[in-house]
């Protein structure tokens, strides 16, 4: 949840762009390593995250890539470091 009221809710190994001043136009980072006092960067600007709550879910999880290759980025670490999408 942020601090203004917007919910999300995403697998662990979901990509998130979150606000980093060394970064610019931002970090990827895996929700599941999202913490409180985050900023993450939304369409509608940034918003800061206030609470974290990891829930189980044992279902399948879908993931769409455009081409193949997303798919080939998605699977190697540089798609962790880049600074924006």
Not at 32 to 52: C, F, H, W, Y
Not at 63 to 83: C, P, R
Request: with cysteine; glycine share 10%; hydrophobic share 40%.
């Amino acid at each position: 949840m942020t601090k203004d009221g917007k919910t999300i809710r995403v697998s662990g190994g979901h990509a998130m762009l979150v606000c980093d001043e060394a970064v610019p136009g931002g970090r990827r980072t895996a929700a599941g390593r999202l913490q409180a006092g985050d900023r993450l960067m939304t369409p509608d600007g940034v918003s800061v995250i206030s609470e974290v709550v990891t829930e189980p879910y044992n279902d399948i999880v879908y993931n769409y890539f455009s081409n193949k290759d997303e798919i080939l980025l998605a699977l190697t670490e540089v798609y962790w470091n880049q600074a924006s999408l």
